[in-house]
């Protein structure tokens, strides 16, 4: 079977499918080291909105940062239904789960200096005003490629399944 990869075309035929246990390994592995994240947002009137965004993860929690104002901030403040997706189609990692904001003066400390240690920017110092975004996974789903299709739930209602 043929997948679509960027401009190539990757072979899953062979591709065995890896446990739960990996499977949530493997996530939690990207989740520390991964820099990016698309966070698809909604607002009840206007529809979706997906942007890409710098996250850290705290073992519990994705967090991630934005401008006050922007349509991102809107929409969690009017639905905090949230769905994230790590930047790789092969590798896939979907998230979804509730998402809460915090003022740039009320984010929790340690979560700040988390977030600033790791990318070298700290949005507490800029002019604008920021929010900090937290969102709590539910469900995360992982797979690579079709062989992995089934059984691509590795977190269920709040609680990792291996």
């Not at 246990?21 to 592995?29: C, I, M, P, Q, S």
């Amino acid at each position: 079977m043929l997948a679509w990869l960027g401009s190539l075309f990757m072979d899953t035929t062979g591709t065995v499918p890896r446990r739960t246990a990996e499977r949530v390994r493997d996530t939690l592995e990207r989740l520390v080291t991964e820099r990016d994240v698309w966070l698809s947002t909604a607002h009840p009137d206007h529809g979706p909105h997906q942007v890409p965004l710098w996250f850290f993860w705290d073992g519990r929690a994705l967090w991630m940062c934005t401008g006050a104002t922007s349509v991102t901030a809107r929409n969690v403040r009017a639905e905090p239904r949230v769905r994230l997706a790590l930047p790789d189609t092969f590798d896939v990692v979907l998230l979804q789960g509730e998402a809460t904001c915090f003022p740039d003066d009320e984010v929790p400390a340690a979560a700040a200096e988390a977030f600033a240690g790791k990318f070298g920017w700290d949005p507490r110092a800029e002019e604008a005003p920021q929010v900090y975004v937290r969102v709590v996974p539910r469900t995360v789903r992982a797979w690579r490629g079709v062989p992995e299709l089934r059984g691509r739930v590795v977190m269920r209602d709040g609680a990792w399944l291996a």
